[in-house]
């Protein structure tokens, strides 16, 4: 394929352009990735330091039975927490898109933003410690004879999770039933469907990759979480972002915090290809869609015209 001077202008134009970003990802994200991934196979030095030779035993270690626990800890507490902000997403989502005052309702959703996260975090211990507001609450009810600590338990960290990542997926929710065309579903009902079934059956589909951004957005930073239940959780509540600065600051062991970090990576990675996958899946729909569309009006003119000169 031979190009014209100007694109080819314009093409060395968008590589100059593309330079300083690339080697802004290659130092800042590249490198530090390449260097994690190789200290994951290097084995700890008793100065604290990594030295050779490679070996697999941070990744043995990692299924160990204390750590084993925390991972599966982690996996339940990140599944649990992503399905409740999902659940609690999608009526908040819909009752956004249909309602009349969209822009004072994002608003309310990202004012939380404009907070720092660590006094989200301790405004939830003021609620839920045994000298907090609840369990004074509670005790003024009548309903408590002394306070009750409703801290330092994986309930605990479930509910502030919830908090501070449901704006995450209520976002993307939010957009993508924006752009839903609302008299499908009283098409539905007109067929014979009840609301529950027009949901589920014409609404879910139209917004699967709304769904899936929403999944990702929320379940990555909470499998990664760190403050959390370092704040509210208890030594019953530890997660893998808790081993891996544990590891790192106290334990001194490069290799194993970094086979943990290559874990949440890969974690990562897998659930924005998997968002990205499903994402050109749904562009690809929308574009046969649209062209079925512009194919059956041509058709429809062309009738047209033929019974005109009948």
């Known amino acids: 394929m ?4 100007s694109e080819l202008r314009v093409r060395k134009l968008g590589m100059i352009y593309s330079y300083p970003m690339g080697v802004w990802l290659l130092v800042f994200f590249v490198i530090p990735l390449a260097i994690i991934f190789l200290y994951s196979f290097l084995t700890r ?3 604290g330091t990594v030295k050779y030779p490679f070996t697999l035993s941070a990744y043995q270690a990692m299924f160990s039975k204390s750590y084993g626990v925390v991972l599966f800890r982690t996996i339940w507490i990140t599944v649990l927490s992503t399905v409740l902000c999902l659940l609690l997403s999608l009526p908040a989502g819909y009752a956004m898109a249909r309602s009349k005052n969209q822009t004072f309702l994002l608003f309310l959703v990202m004012v939380p933003f404009w907070t720092n996260s660590i006094i989200r975090i301790f405004a939830w211990i003021t609620l839920l410690s045994s000298e907090g507001i609840l369990s004074h609450m509670l005790q003024s009810l009548g309903l408590l004879d002394q306070g009750m600590d409703l801290m330092y338990n994986n309930g605990a960290v479930v509910l502030v999770l919830v908090y501070m990542y449901i704006p995450y997926s209520i976002l993307p929710l939010f957009t993508t ?16 469907a009840t609301k529950f079934q027009a949901i589920v059956k014409v609404l879910l589909p139209n917004i699967k990759s709304g ?6 957005f929320t379940a990555i930073p909470i499998f990664g979480a760190y403050t959390v239940p370092q704040l509210v959780g208890g030594k019953e509540s530890t997660m893998l972002g808790n081993i891996i600065v544990e590891q790192v600051q106290k334990a001194r062991n490069l290799p194993l915090a970094s086979a943990f970090s ?25 574009s046969l869609s649209q062209q079925a569309k512009v194919e059956a009006n041509v058709k429809l003119s062309h009738q047209g015209d033929s019974n005109e000169r009948a």
Request: proline letters at 2%; glycine letters at 6%; charged letters at 25%.
């Open 211 to 216: 769904i899936s951004t929403a999944l990702i």
């Open 2 to 5: 031979k190009w014209r001077p």
């Open 45 to 47: 030095d008793i100065y």
């Open 262 to 286: 290559v874990v949440l990576c890969l974690a990562s990675t897998f659930g924005v290809l998997w968002m990205l996958k499903d994402a050109g899946s749904s562009k690809t729909k929308s």
């Open 177 to 192: 039933i924006d752009k839903f065309d609302f008299s499908l579903l009283d098409a539905a009902r007109d067929l014979g």
